[in-house]
């Protein structure tokens, strides 16, 4: 009798062990990835990502981020700035930014998202697009200044 009931006081402080201690989770609900090419023809990427957390707290708001490209090759790591667009919270960077002289590279890229509490989400995303070059000459032809969305390459010009 004495064994069954140590046995059931173990299993009641695990119990409890367990819901105090659990982890708040960190969700992405949306993540926004554009690539880009400057005026310059350097290219690049901008990758923001929304989250929801379990908890009514910040604890879980990114503060930084890995992203790799397809190969695995390149990466960047950088501490995730917050942008608020239509009242949405954004966290992520428009900065990432190949090295002079290369392309974008085309395909499945990943982003490792890293919470306050270090808690981590991973998440997988494509990049596909035409002509950079192409891209430029429309950017250029309609006499845009500002930042521009060229539909045709799948680029925004900057």
Do not use: H
Request: net charge negative; hydrophobic share 40%.
């Amino acid at each position: 009798m004495g064994r069954i009931r140590a046995l059931v006081l173990v299993l009641v402080l695990f119990a409890l062990l367990s819901v105090s201690c659990s982890k708040d989770e960190m969700n992405i609900t949306d993540l926004q990835v554009q690539g880009y090419v400057r005026t310059d023809s350097t290219m690049g990427l901008s990758v923001y990502a929304v989250t929801r957390s379990t908890s009514k707290n910040d604890k879980n708001v990114p503060i930084q981020m890995v992203v790799k490209s397809p190969d695995g090759n390149l990466s960047w790591s950088f501490d995730a700035v917050k942008a608020t667009f239509d009242g949405r919270s954004y966290y992520g960077s428009a900065d990432i930014s190949m090295p002079a002289g290369l392309s974008l590279p085309k395909g499945q890229w990943s982003v490792e998202i890293i919470g306050r509490d270090g808690s981590t989400v991973n998440r997988e995303f494509d990049i596909s697009y035409t002509d950079a070059a192409e891209a430029l000459g429309n950017f250029t032809g309609a006499g845009q200044e500002a930042p521009w969305f060229d539909e045709k390459s799948n680029l925004t010009v900057i």
